[in-house]
């Protein structure tokens, strides 16, 4: 078994790497096959297995009793590679610690083996720890590097530490201890598989306790579970702990099984052996490493009358399981029981106990921010933010794009260190912490993308925050799986209006329900600051309706509740307070009845006509100018809730169209559309007579839509003219002299032609991103936020090559924060509002029109 073909290297490395956890329901996402079938199998198996190793010849029993070895070993590697989803190609170093320090103990040391075996377990175990703190803060293919590393370190240090390993020669005559009245490789056969079944057994506690449960929220979002008070790196650290340590286990009993050791018998192949043990059985499921174990150890022996063609069937034959069977050869049994058997009945939400349950009412803290500054790459993102959120209210940030909304958020919560200034909770400076602390200490925290735990069911979602961080023994489930917990968990679930089944994998809930189980699983840490950003995203108006009920009674039961969001609707209705920020500056504060009457709000919303470069005179329209660009009644979004609801839209030939509307409104999931980049769910798009709704984006470019994205997107690894020329990929005749009339057009991209696109500043990025553009002779130009970002001056400088544009008849589309900008330039303009056109008309009238500072505001 010390060595596996060739052929099946490569697919074990891509089946290794820890996919996404795929949806199922909650008994299988916890114990694989259920608690008691699992218990009944291993029971079962080894009554089998024992009773083969009494009976068998000692070949036969040699075999066996390394199969349950390497089982041992796969049971260790599924807590790491299918709870956490870390790979390790190094366990054969600490399989080797546990053989070595073994046979130093009992031959050197005068150790008893059932002395020196444990030690042997304690030694791996401690050293994991070692190596999973530094080597846990890196990921994927690096951690995989940084484990063969140690396997190769390991085995060098065994050959030149002579003295005590033997070197070369290893260490020989080792003794097997007797056990049950057995000897030899008898006894150590019945001892593998007692270990096999209490390890087994010792898995299904964890996997169903808390430490499982939160194992696997790390591997599902390091970041949602620093918001539930865990530390990520313990967890992963306990898990790599725990699998160093099974791994010494086994090759404490290889040593006397073998009765010699040497450096040789540990190669890297064997731990590539060990995870493909993992792989095939099935990663995450109880069962999967001793299936794996059985079909590795077994199939060569199986295959031994084939002689020279043993190894080639044996690789065949794994490859041909890692194709039908990605999930392992327990994840297909599982699906073909699934498909056979009647799905059982969720579980439905048990009754609540009513709001002050699921809320306790009682005095809760304050948060107060003061000179929060955040400068990256010496770019000042925030600056001297200062506010206090009082008691029992919803705050609001608002501001425009780039405002610094969400990192003012990242500062609050921990995920970003704040360059200076502090902030306090209650009077505990909180300023430095990480983010498990501060969640620790009261502040919840939600997110624009709903990270839920997908692998965890949506009680055990809530329960896990229950604890804020604290998860009990290792094997225990006390404070997780009690019933006071589970109460607790179905009254916040129906207190924050959740009808669903309880039991089903959160992976599969629907957009709305995602919402709101994230906001039960922030409130079951009885938080006193609640922070939520972008909770209405992709909301159908009932369901915000909804949403703002639920925030206006969380700060009726005393929390104090902070929300970034661009629903200007929704944020007037709910909020006591709102704080504006605009370029990382607290720009006002006040009611919301203030801050919409506050002309410096409105100025920053809306652009300031100071700033406004000298546009020409108006053009005059070209009569019977022919539609280049036609939408009508597209539908489009992200999940079940549409984003896009029935936009129609005209482009002519030489016009400027301007796509105005707040945050959130669906301007760039429209231009992501026109471009090919979203696929839109109905509707119709033409350029030129050219139906464009089933093309691929490279497709529409050749048919002369071009998309200048939102926020530059170069490439800053080539240099300025490489970026430039690549645009001219599709029409390659005349590049030079294309490239020279851009570099007429934005004079400062000549400076710089050499240098690497990634040490331009934000504006020259956004001037080399429309003359990329510009290269692929385009006859509609998309241009998606290009003043987002950037300074008065530069814009200025900007838009006045994008009002040479307008006058050379360019059809340009144009999407910008600065809505008095965009319309000094623009022919006509759309306001879009909740994904709807809400009006439309001439640049004049748009700009006279209160239906824009409405989209952007809110209010009548």
Known sequence: MNNLPHSVTAALRRAAQPAPPAAAPRAQVRLGLGTPAALAWCVLGFIAAATLALSVNSYYVFVLAGIALVAIVGIGLNVLIGLTGQVSFGHIGFYAIGAYTVAILTTKAGFSFWLAWPLAALAAGALGVLLALPALRVKGPYLAMITIAFSFIV??????????????????????????????????????????????????????????????????????????????????????????????????LFAPLSTFVTPDTFSFMQSILFVLVVVIGGAGSIMGPVVGAVIVGALPELLSSMEDYRLLFFGA??????????????????????????????????????????????????????????????????????????????????????????????????????????????????????????????????????????????????????????????????????????????????YCGYRGAIDIAAADLAHVDRRLVEIARALAADPDVLLLDEPAAGLSREDKSMLARLLQKIAAAGISVVVVEHDMELVMQISSRIVVLDAGQRLA?????????????????????????????????????????????????????????????????????????????????????????????????????????????????????????????????????????????LYPQDVEARVEEMLGRFPRLRERLHQRAGLLSGGEQQMLAIARGLMSRPRVLLLDEPSLGLAPKVIAELFAALDRLRNENMTIVLVDQMAALALSLADRAYVIEGGRVVAQGSAAEIAANDALAKAYLGGH
């Open 155 to 252: 085995q060098h240090a065994i050959i030149e530490m002579r003295d005590v390993t033997g070197g070369q020669n290893g260490i020989m005559g080792l003794a097997a201890p007797a056990f049950l009245g057995l000897q030899g490789e008898r006894a150590i056969a019945i001892l593998g598989l007692a270990s096999v079944a209490v390890v087994l057994a010792g898995y299904c506690w964890l996997s169903r306790g808390s430490w499982g449960a939160a194992m696997r929220a790390v591997r599902d979002s390091e970041t949602a579970s620093e918001s539930i008070g865990l530390n990520p790196l313990v967890v992963k650290a306990a898990a790599f702990a725990i699998s160093a340590a099974l791994a010494g286990l086994a090759g404490g």
């Open 317 to 494: 034959l794994l490859l041909l399981v890692l194709w039908i069977a990605p999930d392992g050869v327990t994840g297909l049994l599982r699906k073909l029981v699934a498909a056979l058997r009647q799905p059982a009945a969720a579980i439905p939400p048990l009754a609540p106990a009513g709001d002050e349950a699921a809320l306790p009412m009682r005095t809760r803290r304050t948060l107060s921010a003061d000179g929060l500054t955040m400068v990256f790459g010496g770019v000042r993102v925030v600056g001297n933010l200062g506010f206090e959120v009082p008691a029992a209210a919803v705050t609001s940030l608002i501001g425009p794009n780039g405002a610094g909304k969400t990192t003012a958020l990242n500062m609050l919560s921990g995920f970003y260190r704040p360059t200076s200034g502090s902030f306090a909770l209650g009077g505990v400076a909180l300023a430095g912490l990480p983010a498990f602390r501060i969640a620790r200490h009261g502040v919840a925290r939600t997110y624009q993308t709903s990270q839920l735990f997908g692998s965890l069911s949506v009680a055990d979602n809530v329960a896990l925050a229950c604890g804020r961080g604290r998860l009990g023994g290792l094997l225990s489930a006390r404070g997780f799986g009690d019933a006071a917990v589970r109460a607790r968990c179905a009254s916040l679930l129906a």
């Open 589 to 729: 504060i006040g009611t919301p009845q203030e801050v919409q009457n506050d002309p410096a709000v409105r100025q920053a919303y809306l652009g300031e006509e100071a700033q406004q470069p000298a546009a020409t005179a108006a053009r005059v329209a070209t009569p019977g100018a022919a539609e280049l660009l036609g939408v009508g009644e597209l539908v489009a979004g992200y999940g079940a809730e549409p984003v896009l609801h029935g936009i129609n839209l005209q482009v002519k030939q030489g016009e400027m169209v301007a796509l105005l509307g707040a945050n959130g409104a669906g301007k760039s999931t429209l231009m992501r559309a026109l471009a090919g980049l979203h696929r839109p769910v109905q509707g119709g798009i033409h350029a030129g007579g050219v139906n464009l709704m089933d093309l691929r984006a490279e497709e529409i470019v050749r048919h002369g839509v071009v998309l200048v994205p939102e926020g530059r997107q170069v490439f800053p690894e080539l240099s300025v003219l490489d970026n430039i020329r690549l645009g001219a990929f």
